[in-house]
């Protein structure tokens, strides 16, 4: 069975640019979640979703971050202007409620110069 | 809100055992998980624990005493392969349904040989 795939895996950008993360989650999977990885902060989470509506989004760090979930099988988090305080790695995850451990895609680590 | 504390390192020794410690403070508990996470990977779920009590599964066992907000992961026999982060996370109801998990900033465990 495919996991959640993410991509890009790798994203160097210069401040100021848009980034747009993308990300597939599990078939059948119901809830999708989007955390940042430092070696600060640890695992944050961002945002999640719950049949592709926004559930929770207190996490976004500021108005500079947006995520869509139009479809079932489709995320993207974005990044405009980025800078570089945002550069981490980006993970992806999916889970079946109820209340199941979630799975993590492989992430998209983020460079902003 | 929340807060899981956890030791930031640990070193043991290959074929011995190690305890790692996780204490938390939640308004809604709804389940501890404990995850693996290789250098560079995303993480991977090993255990979950909802009720009291310890559940084990292969050479992991974990443990958990909700009237304390502590839970503890055992590994025996430990493995080169072992070398990992593990992550200590909680699932909060309090917030109406809330399906997030909420990490702490995970124990980079050292085994020697």
């Known amino acids: 069975d495919a996991g959640v795939i993410q991509s890009p895996r790798h994203e160097v950008t210069e401040m100021g640019q848009e980034v747009t993360l993308r990300c597939k989650p599990i078939s059948g999977h119901n809830s999708l979640f989007w955390y940042r990885q430092t070696m600060m902060r640890g695992l944050e989470l961002l945002i999640y979703?719950?049949?592709?509506?926004?559930?929770?989004d207190s996490g976004m760090p500021e108005d500079r971050f947006s995520a869509k979930m139009p479809n079932a099988s489709f995320s993207t988090l974005k990044i405009q202007p980025s800078e570089p305080r945002d550069s981490a790695v980006y993970f992806c995850?999916?889970?079946?409620?109820?209340?199941?451990?979630?799975?993590f895609g492989n992430g998209t680590r983020l460079t902003v110069t | 809100g929340q807060n899981i504390d956890q030791p930031t390192e640990m070193t043991a020794t290959e074929g011995a055992i190690v305890q790692i410690n996780c204490t938390y403070q939640?308004?809604?508990?709804?389940?501890l998980f404990w995850y693996q996470q290789h250098a560079g990977e995303a993480p991977t779920f090993l255990s979950y624990?909802?009720?009291?009590g310890l559940e084990e599964k292969g050479r992991f066992s974990s443990f958990l005493s909700r009237s304390k907000g502590y839970s503890y992961l055992l590994l025996k026999e430990l493995q080169m392969k072992d070398s990992a982060s593990y992550l200590c996370a909680v699932r909060d109801d309090s917030g109406g349904g809330a399906d997030g998990l909420t990490f702490g900033k995970g124990t980079h465990l050292i085994i020697q040989p």
């Open positions: 979703f719950n049949n592709n509506v926004p559930i929770d």
């Open positions: 995850a999916s889970s079946q409620l109820p209340r199941t451990c979630i799975h």
């Open positions: 939640t308004s809604g508990f709804n389940g």
């Open positions: 624990n909802v009720l009291d």
